[in-house]
């Protein structure tokens, strides 16, 4: 039997005082699922939106609604079906909620290894951002070496992700 897990939940939507925090049910990762021990997350601007009732995950709607869409962690348990992971791993993952919480049960694909030169912690500011940012400029743009990129609030975290993306490929 699966034991509890804190989480931040939100049972209502408003302010900072619609978070929760509470026992919920540990999640069990199904075949093609690892199981995170989450060691940080991030706050996005979709986060502050989810909490005001204006960005829900994506269905089906959970049990319990936990806000976080990014994390970095540690790989605890694995699903029958899952290669490229293994118990111990350390790992960063995009997710459409959930990483508000100890644990979370994440497919396989929606995991990153973290880069040696980055910290596990600082790991979970990674995904949304930088995959956000890599997708504007170079996979959607086209954007390469000796070209100009125009980047809109260059104080965001897509922002500043963008800027030094630019600056890395010469553009």
């Known amino acids: 039997m699966v034991g509890p897990m804190r989480a931040i939940v ?8 619609v978070l929760t925090l509470r026992d919920v049910p540990e999640p069990v990762p199904g075949p093609e699922e690892v199981l995170v021990e989450v060691v940080a997350t991030a706050l996005n601007r979709a986060d502050l939106l989810q909490r005001r009732g204006f960005y829900p995950e994506p269905p089906p709607r959970p049990d319990h609604e936990i806000p976080g ?10 699903g029958g079906r899952v290669l490229d992971w293994q118990v111990g791993d350390e790992v960063m993952g ?11 049960a994440v497919h396989q694909r929606q995991l990153l290894p973290i880069p040696a030169s980055v910290a596990l912690a ?8 930088w995959i956000t940012a890599h ?3 170079v996979v959607q743009g086209g954007l390469t070496s000796g070209r100009t990129a125009l980047v809109h609030a260059g104080g965001s975290g897509v922002g500043t992700a963008a800027i030094q993306i630019a600056k890395a490929i010469g553009a």
């Open 10 to 17: 939100l049972e209502s939507y408003g302010g900072t005082d």
């Open 69 to 78: 869409m990014e994390l970095s962690g540690r790989v605890v348990d694995v």
């Open 94 to 104: 995009i997710v459409g909620g959930g990483g508000y919480a100890e644990r979370i």
């Open 122 to 129: 600082d790991a979970a500011a990674i995904p949304e951002v």
């Open 135 to 137: 997708d504007a400029l």
